[in-house]
T-cell receptor
Framework: AQSVTQPDIHITVSEGASLELRCNYS??????LFWYVQSPGQGLQLLLK??????LVQGIKGFEAEFKRSQSSFNLRKPSVHWSDAAEYFC???????????FGTGTRLQVTL | GAVVSQHPSWVICKSGTSVKIECRSL??????MFWYRQFPKQSLMLMAT?????????EQGVEKDKFLINHASLTLSTLTVTSAHPEDSSFYIC?????????????FGPGTRLTVL
């Protein structure tokens, strides 16, 4: 069975600083990988996804992520964080044609001004 | 495009009553919808996979008689929490997989917060 680990429960960064959120997955085949953002009381918004091809994926809101097969990682990065980026971030792995998603436990991002 | 709605957005009910939550894909057809449950400050846990015209597939540990799922059309799936109890209080989120999607991307609804008194 697949699993996703987000080692950082809570991260605080200053506005304008760079950000990297870690995600490691476990799955026997090539996974579909996703990063979602959730604001308080809201559903999930897709930031970016990786299915195949270029391992550096660009997403919305200036986010990017890099798939590293050798490390089973899919870390999310942003060069300059904005206060509006404060939210909960979830990494997820999808498998199979029905694409059932397994989510990590999430990383709460706090942005200080 | 690819908008998913949920109704209601929040609901409060008495213990022992049943609550129905609707999930609609507004601008696309979805043969598959998913229902998730999220406890406060925790991740989303997949409850079941709902396929149009067939019985839902429940994840291990999810009581199918308590969480009834109906996917009667290509744009609507419903989750009914039967005989709700306080421990069923949670944030329920649905997602929909577009019929013609070649990339297996799900689109999520905004969620429904259920509080059982």
């Amino acid at each position: 069975a697949q699993s996703v680990t987000q080692p950082d429960i809570h991260i605080t960064v200053s506005e304008g600083a760079s950000l990297e959120l870690r995600c490691n997955y476990s799955y026997g085949a090539t996974p579909y990988l996703f990063w979602y953002v959730q604001s308080p009381g809201q559903g999930l918004q897709l930031l970016l996804k990786y299915f195949s091809g270029d391992t550096l994926v660009q997403g919305i809101k200036g986010f990017e992520a890099e798939f590293k097969r050798s490390q089973s990682s899919f870390n999310l990065r942003k060069p300059s964080v904005h206060w509006s980026d404060a939210a909960e971030y979830f990494c997820a792995v999808g498998t199979g044609t029905a694409s059932k998603l397994t989510f990590g436990t999430g990383t709460r991002l706090q942005v200080t001004l | 495009g690819a908008v998913v709605s949920q109704h209601p957005s929040w609901v409060i009910c008495k213990s022992g009553t049943s609550v129905k939550i609707e999930c609609r894909s507004l601008d696309f057809q979805a043969t598959t919808m998913f229902w998730y449950r999220q406890f406060p400050k925790q991740s989303l846990m997949l409850m079941a996979t709902s396929n149009e015209g067939s019985k839902a597939t429940y994840e291990q540990g999810v009581e199918k008689d308590k969480f009834l799922i109906n996917h009667a059309s290509l744009t609507l799936s419903t989750l009914t929490v039967t005989s709700a109890h306080p421990e069923d209080s949670s944030f329920y989120i649905c997602s929909a997989l577009p019929w013609l999607a070649g990339n297996n991307e799900q689109f999520f609804g905004p969620g429904t917060r259920l509080t059982v008194l």
